[in-house]
């Protein structure tokens, strides 16, 4: 991927001020009163557990992460907008991340409205959500190109291109579009905080890559502040949401699953020591005939040992003698036969 040129550079800048204006006249944000969502009786662990489910859902409808990210601006307009029992809140939900695919999502790629609703395991019906449309677009005033945190992560992730090329093969990813996914996958997880829900697309997209700066290069400030000028944003409120987003952030790596252990199994090592006590007492054509199997079972054992390796580090399995390729990458979903770690009992 080449780094942009300088018309493209003032295209971005171009892009950058239209989506902040986008961001200025339709962003609005639900306000916590008295443990729940002002209006109604939806708290943060409801809202928290809806926005997981419409992360699922738009991985199962096969959507991307524009729409989903759509999604979840539009139903937080709502909630902000209207006065909303928790009974309706999965409607919501649902109707929300239709209306942003049928904005963002080419025709052959979403399903009917049955076909969906099916595939949710939802219990509404077909005009349930056809009502809902036209609530939230009343409401909203058929004006849904609401500018969204990720839409924020490929403007910066662009303008860092054109002007700091370097950053972005600084890090262990290597490849720039790698890292512009891992922002991405951190603003979802972000979405679904609602002591985040406060701050704009643009500051929350902008403390997540400040972050990531911050490991990079020492000399992130000066680039950071030159993403801070474009972007127009208030420092005192970009600290804020950079600690708490740093906070959040660091929570999930701590909650996620320790490692699994990988043995290597020393079975065929055994059987190597029994074929070198049959050489010895063996004639020549015996010696060759075990040397030969001996060979072959080195190299299944170095291509497993090999192997566990790269599933230890969810790296794909090249072709070629260490197996078949994996289309996929990862090796998510392949279970380990072995428990994961558990810290030592001390007495």
């Known amino acids: 991927m080449k780094p942009p040129g300088e018309e493209d550079n003032r295209r971005l800048g171009t892009l950058l001020l239209n989506t902040l204006e986008r961001e200025m006249r339709l962003w609005r944000a639900p306000v916590l009163k008295n443990g729940c969502i002002q209006g109604s009786d939806i708290g943060p662990s409801q809202y928290q557990e809806v926005i997981v489910w419409m992360h699922e859902m738009s991985t199962v409808f096969q959507f991307s992460s524009e ?48 076909h969906l609703l099916e595939q949710s395991g939802c219990k509404f019906s077909t005009a349930e959500i056809l009502r809902m449309e036209r609530i939230i677009l009343n409401k909203l005033h058929w004006d849904l190109y609401i500018a969204t945190p990720i839409d924020f992560i490929h403007i ?47 500051i929350l997209a902008l403390a997540i890559i400040t972050l990531e700066l911050e490991r990079l290069t020492p000399d992130w400030f000066s680039v950071f502040t030159d993403l801070l000028r474009k972007a127009q944003i208030e420092s005192t409120e970009f600290i804020c949401c950079k600690e708490m987003v740093d906070e959040y952030l660091t929570g999930l790596e701590l909650s996620l699953p320790t490692n699994a252990v990988y043995i290597l199994d020393t079975t065929s090592m055994l059987m190597f020591r ?55 990458g990862t090796f998510e979903g392949q279970i380990s036969p072995c428990p994961p770690l558990q810290p030592p009992y001390i007495s």
């Not at 909630?79 to 999502?105: D, G």
């Not at 040992?305 to 969810?314: K, R």
């Open 67 to 114: 729409t989903f990210a759509l999604g979840v601006c539009v139903l937080n307009s709502l909630l902000a907008t209207v006065k909303a029992p928790f009974k309706y809140l999965k409607c919501m939900a649902i109707t929300s991340l239709i209306l942003a695919a049928k904005v963002n999502e080419e025709d052959e790629v979403i399903a009917s409205v049955k």
């Open 156 to 202: 910066f992730h662009g303008l860092l291109m054109t002007r700091h090329p370097h950053l972005m093969l600084a890090g262990s990813q290597k490849r720039p579009c790698l890292q512009a996914s891992l922002w991405t996958r951190q603003v979802q997880h972000c979405m679904a905080c609602h002591q985040l829900w406060q701050f704009k697309g643009s």
């Open 274 to 328: 029994a074929y070198d006590m049959q050489e010895e007492h063996g004639g020549g054509n015996a010696k060759a005939a075990v040397r030969a199997k001996r060979t072959q079972n080195v190299d299944r054992e170095m291509d497993d040992f090999c192997d566990g390796f790269w599933y230890l580090y969810d790296e794909a399995v090249k072709p070629g003698k260490h197996g078949p390729e994996d289309t996929s």
